[in-house]
């Protein structure tokens, strides 16, 4: 055996708790979950199914942690885990697996197939078997400080350009305030009206923030990876700076595993609770709108739907937030199918969208969101999610539809009525 | 061994040893579950979340919106096989004597035509569940040996009870015999086989329902 090999196998013993144990021995093989899967639905190929692509971490599980799976392994009854099976497993665990959560909705027995293959990840990454454009991406994030290597400058010349458009002055380094607010890279190079839209909303709103020139980062590639060392490093600069900064909450961005990084994972990474508080951009925006913070003016009268990203809903809680929030604002909202936590992916996140690999199979996969779109009737879909944002973008323009997709942070900017400042 | 003996050895020893086997597998088998133990999760939960576990555990009964219609003979074929099978074993009379006869606990059956027309729809259910797990691409692929064994030793204790209900096969003496047998090998390898789901079901749905419910999602 191999280091890297064997270096994997320590991985996969060590992720393996008591729910894992019960998931591999509740599962009779039913293959439900494929159908909760789009990955199979979309493309009909049974290899897709879910817990399918759990088999090396079973064997595993299997071999280590049961009796009757030791003594197998004793006789020489059942196969070991090779290299070769998990370098034809990695496209199974990556390319065709965001970690929706969807198959974990639907599961009869219950199984969270999701946390499991997250955990999976772990042994993947440490055995060698990951996307090089995943590793390039995490390599990134670790060294430069953001997986797309974009460096304070680039952020620093944003919000000059931020301060130019609305005249409001962006707070960087202010101690003592409510809220740290963070970007995703792709927030900085490809929608920098997600600060302004912010920028706006909390000067009408009076909220006390700032951006950290150290922490202005939120993605966190290692925990897409699976590599939770790395995934520590990068939650730490934000709580690092969170902690230095005596903020009261950190604000996730319009960003799905980022959330899932900082608020589910980031206190387990770092070993120890927050002293300060982790809340979605649509959660900040919401309680201000309860609070008669958030005043809009106007209505969009265009129909629009709303996509749930899988990381925000399903597998974050936020769900009635932006309902509330585009019913403030939108005449014509019309949900989706299955909307809310039985919402189907992008088809992009988990790492995906960063595999460049995996498109064409994105790019199928998509095609039970366009079903889901086109039976909306709607040329405006609006999503909290930059990731899912650019996917979709870059899906619908592949797919020749003519839909024009909108941050809902920067779809409430438009309606602000800026006169009423408290 | 004469039939009778032989009746006598199964509902005696042989099921003493087999429930035996049985308890002491499941406790082997929870223990290497829940010796493996779990982190505390540090992450503050979104809502209160005490009994969402629980909840999970009944409402995991029923589909997903939409499931049904992707995989109906799945779904239904399961519901019939489960609740038949449930209904079979304890609303059957001479069942309840015999749980009674070894618990002291008691209490009404249903007509055994009733058990009988509901045993032969849990049979044919998991006829046409092994027929559609040799057929879909997707379950093929998933099953091995212990996904067919789990099946015969299922169904093994439903078709000897019939056969010896409606005193076929064999002399009914012999063939309630090879009833209790079928039913001891379900005993004995429930632990360590598949047929485990009926313990760790419960679990993995509470584990489910309370991770999702930390986070403020229904599951």
Redesign the interface.
Known sequence: MNANLARGINAFKEVIDAPIASFFSSCVHCGLCAEACLFYTETGEAKYTPIHKLEPLRRIWQQEYTLTGKLAKLLGLSKSVTDEELAEWEPLVYDSCTLCGRCSMVCPVGNDITYMIRKLREGMAASGHAPPDLIGATTRAVTIGSPMGIKWPAVLAQIKHVEKDTGITVPVEQACVDYLVLMSSMEIINFPEYLAALSRIFKQAGVSWTLAQDAFEATNSGIQIGASDLAREIVSRIVVAADRLKVKCVISPECGHAFTALRWEGPNLMGRPFGFEVKHILEVLDELSIAGRLKTKGRDQRPLTYHDPCQIARRGGVVEQPRRLLNAVADDFREMSDAGTMNWCCGGGGGVSANSRAEPLMLQAFRHKKGQIEATGVSTLVTACANCRIVMEESLEHYHMKVEVVGLTELLAQYLDEDKTP | MNPLDLLTFARGSAMNWALMICVAGIV??LF????????A????A??VSTGSGWR??FT??W?????IK??PV?YLA?YVFHIGLMIVVFCYAPHIDFIRSMTGLNWRGLPSTLVDAVAVASIIALLALLVH?LT?????????FG?YL?WGLTLLPLLTGYLAFHHQLFEYTLMLSLHLFSVELLLVLLP?T?L??SF??F???????E??GR?????
Not at chain 2, 32 to 39: A, H, N, P
Not at chain 2, 63 to 67: C, E, I, S
Not at chain 2, 136 to 144: A, C, E, N, T
Not at chain 2, 203 to 209: M, P, Q, V
């Open positions: 082997l088998r290497e579950i829940f010796g493996l133990g779990r982190k999760d540090l992450s503050r979104r809502t999970t555990v995991r009964s589909p997903a919106a939409g499931m992707r995989d799945t399961g797990r879909h691409p997707v379950k093929r692929l998933l099953s091995g996904d789990a360590f598949k485990f789901h760790t079901v679990l993995s749905r509470w584990y489910n329902g991770i999702a986070k403020g999602v229904a599951s």
